[in-house]
């Protein structure tokens, strides 16, 4: 990719714009510590003029437009994400900093997004309610209106489109706000939605930093918000819309357990374990990163686990390593502080623990993939988001040991469990508080059908499946007296 040639200015009404204040920011290749391009950075004028283009576009016809017509135009941008997958791949390795192998997957998932919703677009059923002779009565399912989509950075194209594409299908209309840190794609991606079909104003962006985000969801024109990221934020983004009276969803933080049993396959959950660090450098709210040893077989896992994770090899995304660098140098260095306090509190090192020591890496954002056992329950460690390829250990001696310490931080959002006995891994299952539980495998090829969301501070609302479109829908009954 020609870096210099990146276009850096939001997209509002169907047209890529400046900032009216002119204000910018520089996009910055993690990899590398180097701007690649300069974005747009908006404010509460072009929040305004976004959010206005929305509403006029939703009451101007998108709303009304007969459902297969949108299912055809959410088919037609399945297909040209498809078609330009390497184009949006080597913009998000670029912009986030992970393999481009990773960034191909991404723009896959996200095309599969659009591909998914499109196929119940014309299916967004009512329902018929009996109240006896003379009447008849019945539920409409009715779009919001403008939907907020408020994006995180580690990824953007793929978490976007998780949102966009069952808001679009229901017939709302979008406002989305990338992360500062990465979002260039999803610019990328409203333009190619206008290729698609999409009338001017359905899908606006405007990028810039918290006070960008903050205007959106403040702003009394908005009539839903999604939102993806920290629990902080997550928590101001409610306190805003409830002004408003506006509905959220919300999906925060997570501190997933992976429960190792003694009689798992070990092979394949350390191998599982160790895909963990590769994938994003384990900046994912879903990853698995805090492990769960039966004790008995803690020697073995370790080892098996170590061996993987030596063999990684980081580099520049664009260069498809195995793993890239965090998204920034804030990002590091928050990563580097739980490693230091790692040392402090009498956790070990099996493997990694610090910033990248290779000077051919040296000038970016780059941490070694990590193991740390003997991570003490209730520390810091155990019970905090680390967000970065850091892998810990804790053991256990019963299920109900288990559960307890699965169960024993503010989070619950996915769950993983290696055992060959079906009645162990059930047991657990139906105890732990987590949207997600997933046992013997942690991911699948065509998961969007599978509702998706959490428990306690990992949010509220379900995306994915169908389940998502009671989050861009509204219910409207209708009585009739004929008699």
Same mark, same amino acid.
């Given at each position: 990719?020609?870096?210099?040639?990146?276009?850096?200015? !939001?997209?509002?009404?169907?047209?890529?714009?400046?900032?009216?204040?002119?204000? +910018?920011?520089?996009?910055? /290749?993690?990899?590398?510590?180097?701007?690649?391009?300069?974005?747009?950075?908006? /404010?509460?004028?072009?929040?305004?003029?976004?959010?206005?283009?929305?509403? #006029? #576009?939703?009451?101007?016809?998108?709303?009304?437009?007969?459902?297969?017509?949108?299912?055809?135009?959410?088919?037609?941008?399945?297909?040209?994400?498809?078609?330009?997958?390497?184009?949006?791949?080597?913009?998000? $390795?670029?912009?986030?900093?992970?393999?481009?192998?990773? @960034?191909? /997957?991404?723009?896959?998932?996200?095309?599969? =997004?659009?591909?998914?919703?499109?196929?119940?677009?014309?299916?967004?059923?009512?329902?018929?309610?009996?109240?006896?002779?003379?009447?008849?009565?019945?539920?409409?399912?009715?779009?919001?209106?403008?939907?907020?989509?408020?994006?995180?950075?580690? =990824?953007?194209?793929?978490?976007?489109?998780?949102?966009?594409?069952?808001?679009?299908?229901?017939?709302?209309?979008?406002?989305?706000?990338?992360? #500062?840190?990465?979002?260039?794609?999803?610019?990328?991606?409203?333009?190619?939605?206008?290729?698609?079909? *999409?009338? &001017?104003?359905?899908?606006?962006?405007? +990028?810039?930093?918290?006070?960008?985000?903050?205007?959106?969801?403040?702003?009394?024109?908005?009539?839903?918000?999604?939102?993806?990221?920290?629990?902080?934020?997550?928590?101001?983004?409610?306190?805003?819309?409830?002004?408003?009276?506006?509905?959220?969803?919300?999906?925060?933080?997570?501190?997933?357990?992976?429960?190792?049993?003694?009689?798992?396959?070990?092979?394949?959950?350390?191998?599982?374990?160790?895909?963990? &660090?590769?994938?994003?450098?384990?900046?994912? *709210?879903? @990853?698995?990163?805090?492990?769960?040893?039966?004790?008995?077989?803690?020697?073995?896992?370790?080892?098996?686990?170590?061996?993987?994770?030596?063999?990684?090899?980081?580099?520049?995304?664009?260069?498809?390593?195995? !793993?890239?660098?965090?998204?920034?140098?804030?990002? !590091?260095?928050?990563?580097?502080?739980?490693?230091?306090?790692?040392?402090?509190?009498?956790?070990?090192?099996?493997?990694?623990?610090?910033?990248?020591? $290779?000077?051919?890496?040296?000038?970016?954002?780059?941490?070694?993939?990590?193991?740390?056992?003997?991570?003490?329950?209730?520390?810091?460690?155990?019970?905090?988001?680390?967000?970065?390829?850091?892998?810990?250990?804790?053991?256990?001696?019963?299920?109900?040991?288990?559960?307890?310490?699965?169960?024993?931080?503010? =989070?619950?959002?996915?769950?993983?469990?290696?055992?060959?006995?079906? +009645?162990?891994? &059930? !047991?657990?299952?139906?105890?732990?508080?987590?949207?997600?539980?997933?046992?013997?495998? =942690?991911?699948?090829?065509?998961?969007?059908?599978?509702?998706?969301?959490?428990?306690?501070?990992?949010?509220?609302?379900?995306?994915?499946?169908?389940?998502?479109?009671?989050?861009?829908?509204?219910?409207?009954?209708?009585?009739?007296?004929?008699?």
């Amino acid at each position: 990719m020609q870096t210099k040639t990146v276009d850096g200015r !939001m997209f509002i009404a169907g047209q890529r714009t400046w900032s009216r204040s002119a204000a +910018t920011f520089e996009a910055i /290749d993690p990899a590398t510590a180097e701007g690649f391009a300069t974005v747009a950075s908006g /404010d509460k004028s072009d929040v305004d003029a976004a959010i206005a283009a929305a509403r #006029a #576009a939703f009451e101007g016809g998108w709303a009304g437009l007969p459902p297969v017509r949108r299912v055809r135009i959410l088919n037609q941008l399945a297909g040209l994400l498809r078609e330009r997958r390497a184009e949006f791949a080597a913009l998000e $390795s670029l912009d986030v900093g992970k393999p481009l192998r990773q @960034a191909e /997957d991404d723009v896959s998932a996200a095309a599969g =997004y659009f591909e998914f919703f499109a196929g119940v677009a014309d299916k967004v059923f009512g329902s018929s309610i009996p109240l006896g002779k003379g009447f008849v009565d019945f539920t409409l399912r009715e779009p919001l209106g403008v939907s907020a989509q408020i994006v995180p950075w580690n =990824y953007p194209l793929r978490l976007a489109s998780r949102g966009l594409a069952p808001a679009l299908a229901c017939g709302n209309t979008v406002v989305a706000k990338p992360a #500062a840190e990465a979002g260039l794609s999803i610019v990328r991606l409203a333009e190619l939605a206008g290729e698609a079909g *999409c009338p &001017l104003g359905v899908f606006n962006v405007v +990028t810039g930093g918290r006070d960008t985000g903050a205007a959106i969801a403040a702003h009394p024109g908005i009539n839903h918000i999604t939102f993806t990221g920290s629990v902080p934020t997550g928590i101001a983004i409610m306190k805003a819309a409830a002004d408003n009276v506006v509905p959220v969803t919300l999906e925060l933080g997570g501190k997933s357990p992976n429960i190792i049993f003694a009689d798992a396959d070990l092979e394949r959950a350390a191998a599982s374990s160790a895909t963990t &660090l590769m994938q994003n450098s384990a900046q994912t *709210c879903t @990853a698995p990163t805090r492990l769960l040893l039966e004790r008995s077989a803690h020697d073995r896992f370790v080892d098996l686990l170590a061996q993987r994770i030596r063999t990684i090899k980081m580099g520049r995304g664009l260069d498809n390593p195995d !793993m890239g660098p965090v998204v920034s140098e804030r990002q !590091m260095n928050r990563v580097l502080g739980y490693l230091n306090a790692a040392a402090r509190d009498g956790a070990t090192a099996v493997t990694g623990g610090g910033r990248s020591t $290779s000077r051919e890496l040296a000038n970016g954002y780059f941490i070694e993939p990590t193991l740390l056992d003997h991570v003490a329950r209730g520390s810091v460690l155990e019970q905090e988001e680390i967000f970065g390829p850091v892998l810990t250990v804790t053991t256990f001696e019963s299920v109900d040991e288990a559960i307890a310490i699965a169960n024993g931080t503010p =989070y619950g959002l996915v769950t993983g469990i290696w055992t060959r006995d079906l +009645t162990k891994a &059930l !047991m657990a299952a139906t105890a732990i508080k987590s949207g997600q539980v997933r046992i013997n495998a =942690y991911s699948v090829e065509g998961s969007i059908g599978l509702p998706f969301g959490g428990y306690k501070r990992s949010g509220f609302g379900r995306e994915q499946g169908v389940e998502a479109l009671a989050n861009y829908t509204q219910i409207k009954n209708v009585m009739i007296n004929f008699g």
